[in-house]
């Protein structure tokens, strides 16, 4: 069975970093996509804030955060580490990592990853 823990939520100030972590276990595909999503309060769950293609390394990010979140992985392990820089209070939400099985690099931006955490909440302060 697949797990993913998060950790690394909590309650920050505006202009702050923080950094999520993400580790996968279980995990028998050959290859897969690995993903942060995020989910604010009364809204729905959107597409993936940044993601990882284990198979070539490809990494992207929904245009909303470009230049301030950084996806890592750690070497070798199933793990997706989520640097958010210049904290806003709009970055308040549920943070969710999740996993695929991918077809193709393509499928790394859906949005029904297979391979859910529990999520963890940031609250950012202004």
């Known amino acids: 069975q697949v797990h993913l823990a998060e950790s690394g939520g909590g309650s920050f100030q505006a202009g702050g970093s923080l950094k999520l972590s993400c580790a996968a276990s279980?995990?028998?595909?050959?290859?897969?996509?690995i993903a942060w999503f995020r989910q604010t309060t009364g809204s729905e769950r959107g597409g993936p804030v940044a993601w990882v293609y284990a198979r070539t390394g490809t990494k992207n990010y929904a245009d909303s955060v470009k230049g301030r979140f950084t996806i890592s992985q750690d070497n070798g392990k199933m793990t997706a580490n989520l640097q958010i820089d210049s904290l806003k209070p709009e970055d308040t939400a549920m943070y969710y990592c999740?996993?695929?099985?991918?077809?193709?690099?393509?499928?790394?931006?859906?949005?029904?990853?297979?391979?859910w955490g529990q999520g963890t909440r940031i609250t950012v302060s202004s």
């Open positions: 999740a996993a695929h099985p991918p077809v193709s690099r393509t499928e790394c931006s859906r949005r029904d990853y297979r391979y």
């Open positions: 279980g995990y028998d595909h050959p290859n897969y996509c």
